[in-house]
C-alpha cells in the first residue's frame, strides 16, 4: 500500500509539473536558509563546550562603576596571582596575556632571521596553570613542565608546521619582533574551530618579567585594565559563583582600597563568554535568537505557501478523489495519498536544500568572515554531523505534516456526487478566509523585515556620515617595531616622500578598539579619581595630523618624556565642580606615577565605537611607546606614496615585515557585526520576499478559480478589464493594510529595542513604515498583476458554458 502511496504520488505530481515546480522551490529556499540557521545556532553554541571541566571554567571580567558603567574582558595584571593566595574557592586560576600583529622569525645558524611570518592573533603568554584548567591535546611535552622556564614556547602543530617544515620542533628556536629568543618546549595539536582562545603559540609566563614590550614591568599593577589581559579560573566542585559576592567584595576593597566600590570583577562561564556581548565579545544571544526566528519564520512562510497552493489545486483535483471514494477509498487512505505527495515534495525539497546548502556555504562563510571577522557557521560535515543529520529528518516530518495535513484533510473531506458533478464549492476548500490570514501572516513577516533592513541601513549610514570629532580619511597607519629607532630624522625621511603632508608617532590612534584604561590624580586633591581615564602616548603632532582642536591652553612640547599632559572635554566634566577647560589649564595631575602640568585641552572626539560614549582621555609624551606611524597622505598619487612609505619603512625595518592600514578603513571594521547583520537582513527579505510571491500565486490562483463563472457573468454584463482587476486589488489592498497594521508597531518595538544597543542613535520615522508598506504593495502588485489580467481577459464563453 505504502508502495503504491508514493507511485500515485510521483505520477500526480508529474502531471502537475507547475504546482510541483513552485513548491519545491518555495520549500528549497525555505528549507536552505533553514539548514545555514541552525549551523550557526549549533556552531555557535558548541564555543568551548569540549572542555572536560567546562561546567567548573569561568572567566573573570572587570567593571568600574562611577556616574556610568565601564566593562572589559580584562583584569588587572596580578588577578590570579591573588586569587590563588587570597581565596580558597578555586582550584585553579590562570593569566593568559595576548598579542596581536607580532613578528616572528626563525634565525638561521648566526642568529639572523631566516623566514619572517606576522603573528595577527595567534601568540599568548600564560601561565602554566592555563593548560589545567583548558583541554588540549599534547603531542610532545606535557602541562605540568614544558612552560615552567623563562623563553619557552609551545607551538600547535599547524603553526610549527608553518614554522619548521616538517622538521621536529622540539629544541627549536624562534624569534619574537628579532629580540626576544625562544625555545620550542612543547607541541600541541590544531585547536578546534569552535573556541575563543585562538591563540596558537603560547610564551611561558615568566618569560614577561623580563620583556619589557610585553608589559612586564606592570605584573604587579592594580590601578589598570589592559583589554588584552585575561583570567580563568577553574572552580571547585559544588562552588556557585554567587555565594563569591561577599568574598570579592573583599577581595576587591584589599587591591582597591581608594575605590573599592567602584570596582567589580564578575565571573562568567567559559561557554558563556561566547556571547558576553558587553565585555567584546562578537556575537550575542540576542542575535543568535533573532537569526532563529528569521529561519523559523522562512521555513513556515515556505509551509503557508504550500499550504495555499495545495488548497487552490485542491478543485481541480475534485473529481479524482471523487473516482477514489466510489471504488471504496476511505478518508484515512486518501488522506494518507496527499500526504506521501507532501513528503515527496518535502523529500525533493530537503536533498535540493541541502545540495544548494553544500553549494553556497564555502562562498557564503568567506563572505562573512570578510565582512566581520568572524567564523559564523564552523565547518559543515553534513553526513557525519549527527545533529545536523536529525534536524534534517526532524525537518523532513515536521513540515510534511504541518504542510500537508491541512490540505489532505480538505481532499478527503470531499463528497463523492458532489466531487463527481464538479460541485464542489470554494468553502468546501476551506474559503477565502484560511488562505488570507496565511497570506497576511506572510506579508507581516515581510513587512517587519523590510522595517529591519531600512532601520539598520540607516544606523549604518548615520554612523558613516557622523563627526567623530577628526577627519581620519587619507591618514595611512604603519608599525614601528622598535621605538628606538623613532626619531626626529625618520620623520623628516617621511616628510620627503612625495605626497605625505604631515606625520606623527604614536601609541594608538584617536579611536581604536585597544585601549589602556588607568587611575590618575588631578592637582592637589588628596586621593586618586574614582574613575579612569584613556592613555594614549602620542607626540607634539598629533593635534596637526588628525586634526584635532584645541579649546583652551595649547599643545605639549615636543619631548621624549612626559612633560605636560592634555586632556579632552568629558575629562573637564568628569572631574565637577562646574570646571571649565581653561580652569584646568597649568594644574597639575599625576597619570602612572609622573606629575606634569595641563598644557591644554582638546574637544572631544570619539575614542571608541558609536557604541560608547565618550571616555575622559589623556594625552602626553613618551618615547617608549610609539609603536605606530600616522601618516596624513595626498590622495592625488596614493600609489606612488604609499611605495615610497614602504621603501622607506623596509630600509629602516629590514628584519621587519612591513603592513600598513588606513584609519577610517579601522574605524570602520568597529561596525563589521552591524555590516553582517544588515548584509544577511538584505539576503533573508530578499528570500521571503520571492517565497512571499509563490504565496500570493496561490491565493489568485485560487480566486481566479473561485470566481470564474462570476467574472465571466461581469463581463458579458459589460464590465471592463479594469473593473476585473479592482476586483483582485481590492483583496489584495485589505491584506496589505492589514499586515501593515500587525508589522508597524512590531517593527517599532523589535527595532526601536535593537537600537538601545548604541548610545548614539538615529530615530525610527515615519518614512520607515511609509517605505515597508508601499514596497510590499509594489511588490504584491507585480506578483498579481499577470494572473489577474489572465482571469480577466478570458472568454466568458468558455467560463459559462456549463450553465
Not at 621587519?656 to 552591524?674: C, G, M, P, V
Not at 501593515?740 to 513604515?769: C, H, K, Q
Request: hydrophobic share 45%.
Amino acid at each position: 500500500m505504502l508502495r503504491n502511496y508514493f507511485l500515485v504520488a510521483y505520477r500526480t505530481l508529474l502531471r502537475y509539473k507547475g504546482y510541483t515546480l513552485l513548491n519545491v522551490i518555495g520549500l528549497t529556499l525555505g528549507l536552505t536558509c533553514g539548514i545555514l540557521i541552525f549551523q550557526v545556532l549549533k556552531f555557535q553554541t558548541s564555543f568551548d563546550a569540549y572542555h572536560t571541566q567546562k561546567d567548573r571554567i569561568y572567566r573573570v571580567m572587570t567593571e568600574w562603576h562611577s556616574d556610568g558603567v565601564g566593562r572589559s574582558s580584562g583584569v588587572p595584571t596580578p588577578m590570579a596571582k591573588a586569587l590563588r593566595n587570597d581565596l580558597s574557592f578555586f582550584e585553579r586560576t590562570a593569566m593568559i596575556f595576548d598579542q596581536h600583529d607580532i613578528l616572528v622569525s626563525v634565525p638561521d645558524a648566526k642568529g639572523r632571521p631566516l623566514k619572517k611570518f606576522k603573528e595577527d592573533h595567534s601568540i599568548a603568554y600564560v601561565e602554566p596553570e592555563f593548560f589545567s584548567i583548558m583541554d588540549y591535546q599534547w603531542l610532545n611535552g606535557n602541562a605540568r613542565l614544558s612552560l615552567t622556564q623563562p623563553n619557552s614556547v609551545v607551538l600547535t602543530k599547524k603553526l610549527a608546521t608553518k614554522f619548521f617544515g616538517t622538521e621536529d620542533p622540539i629544541g627549536k628556536r624562534l624569534k619574537v619582533d628579532n629580540e626576544l629568543d625562544l625555545k620550542v618546549s612543547g607541541l600541541l595539536a590544531d585547536i578546534p574551530e569552535n573556541t575563543d582562545v585562538r591563540q596558537e603559540m603560547f610564551i611561558s609566563w615568566e618569560t614577561l618579567k623580563n620583556y619589557k614590550n610585553a608589559g612586564g614591568a606592570g605584573l604587579d599593577n592594580w590601578g589598570g585594565v589592559n583589554s588584552s589581559t585575561h583570567c580563568f579560573v577553574l572552580m571547585r566542585p559544588g562552588v556557585d559563583p554567587k555565594t563569591l559576592e561577599q568574598p570579592m567584595r573583599k577581595f576587591i576593597n584589599k587591591y582597591h582600597p581608594k575605590d573599592g566600590n567602584e570596582w567589580f570583577h564578575p565571573f562568567i562561564s567559559v561557554q558563556d563568554a561566547h556571547f558576553a556581548f558587553d565585555f567584546d565579545a562578537q556575537i550575542s544571544k540576542s542575535q543568535l535568537y533573532a537569526l532563529a526566528i528569521i529561519g523559523l519564520f522562512l521555513v513556515l512562510t515556505a509551509c503557508i505557501n504550500f499550504v495555499n497552493l495545495a488548497t487552490a489545486q485542491a478543485l481541480k483535483r475534485s473529481k479524482e478523489v471523487g473516482v477514489r471514494k466510489v471504488i471504496g477509498g476511505t478518508k484515512g487512505q486518501l488522506f494518507a495519498q496527499f500526504l506521501s505527495e507532501t513528503g515527496l515534495i518535502t523529500l525533493c525539497s530537503v536533498i535540493m536544500a541541502v545540495l544548494l546548502t553544500e553549494l553556497v556555504l564555502p562562498s557564503v562563510n568567506h563572505w562573512v568572515y570578510e565582512t566581520a571577522g568572524l567564523n559564523l557557521f564552523g565547518n559543515l560535515q553534513l553526513f557525519t554531523d549527527l545533529p545536523m543529520l536529525l534536524f534534517l529528518l526532524v525537518l523532513v516530518v515536521v513540515v510534511t505534516f504541518f504542510s500537508g495535513s491541512y490540505p489532505g484533510l480538505v481532499l478527503a473531506g470531499f463528497q463523492p456526487v458532489a466531487a463527481l458533478k464538479g460541485k464542489i464549492s470554494t468553502q468546501q476548500v476551506g474559503g477565502l478566509s484560511v488562505r488570507r490570514g496565511l497570506v497576511m501572516v506572510q506579508f507581516v513577516l515581510t513587512q517587519l523585515l523590510i522595517i529591519g533592513t531600512i532601520v539598520i541601513t540607516q544606523q549604518m549610514d548615520f554612523f558613516r556620515g557622523k563627526d567623530i570629532g577628526y577627519d581620519p580619511t587619507a591618514i595611512v597607519m604603519v608599525n614601528l617595531p622598535t621605538p628606538d629607532k623613532v626619531t626626529e630624522s625618520l620623520r623628516h625621511r617621511f616628510m620627503q616622500i612625495p605626497g605625505v603632508e604631515k606625520v606623527s608617532f604614536v601609541s594608538q590612534a584617536p579611536t581604536s578598539n585597544s585601549n589602556n584604561n588607568t587611575n590618575h590624580r588631578f592637582d592637589t586633591r588628596q586621593e586618586d579619581e574614582k574613575w579612569s581615564v584613556n592613555t594614549k602616548p602620542i607626540d607634539s603632532h598629533y593635534l596637526q595630523t588628525f586634526g584635532l582642536k584645541l579649546v583652551a591652553g595649547k599643545n605639549i612640547p615636543e619631548s621624549d618624556t612626559t612633560r605636560a599632559f592634555m586632556v579632552n572635554e568629558t575629562y573637564v566634566k568628569r572631574l565637577g565642580g562646574n570646571l571649565k577647560p581653561a580652569d584646568v589649564v597649568g594644574r597639575n595631575m599625576t597619570v602612572w606615577g609622573r606629575t606634569a602640568p595641563i598644557a591644554g585641552v582638546v574637544k572631544d572626539w570619539n575614542n571608541l565605537s558609536f557604541h560608547n560614549q565618550i571616555q575622559p582621555v589623556v594625552l602626553f609624551s613618551d618615547h617608549n611607546l610609539y609603536y605606530t606611524g600616522a601618516l596624513k597622505v595626498s590622495t592625488a598619487h596614493l600609489p606612488q606614496t604609499l611605495a615610497g612609505i614602504e621603501q622607506l619603512w623596509n630600509e629602516v625595518y629590514p628584519d621587519h615585515l612591513y603592513d600598513q592600514t588606513f584609519l577610517d578603513q579601522r574605524i570602520a571594521q568597529s561596525y563589521q557585526t552591524e555590516n553582517l547583520i544588515l548584509n544577511l537582513i538584505r539576503v533573508f527579505s530578499f528570500i521571503a520576499i520571492i517565497i512571499g510571491c509563490l504565496g500570493l500565486y496561490g491565493l489568485v490562483s485560487f480566486m481566479a478559480a473561485q470566481k470564474t463563472k462570476e467574472i465571466g457573468v461581469r463581463k458579458v454584463l459589460g464590465a471592463s478589464v479594469a473593473q476585473i482587476l479592482a476586483l483582485f486589488g481590492k483583496e489584495f489592498a485589505k491584506l496589505v493594510v492589514l499586515a501593515f497594521v500587525v508589522a508597524a508597531p512590531l517593527g517599532w518595538w523589535v527595532m526601536s529595542g535593537w537600537l538601545e544597543d548604541y548610545t548614539y542613535r538615529i530615530s525610527i520615522g515615519w518614512t520607515t513604515f511609509l517605505v515597508a508598506i508601499f514596497t510590499t504593495a509594489f511588490i504584491a502588485t507585480l506578483t498579481v498583476g499577470w494572473q489577474s489580467f489572465r482571469a480577466a481577459t478570458a472568454n466568458p464563453a468558455k467560463s459559462l458554458k456549463s450553465e
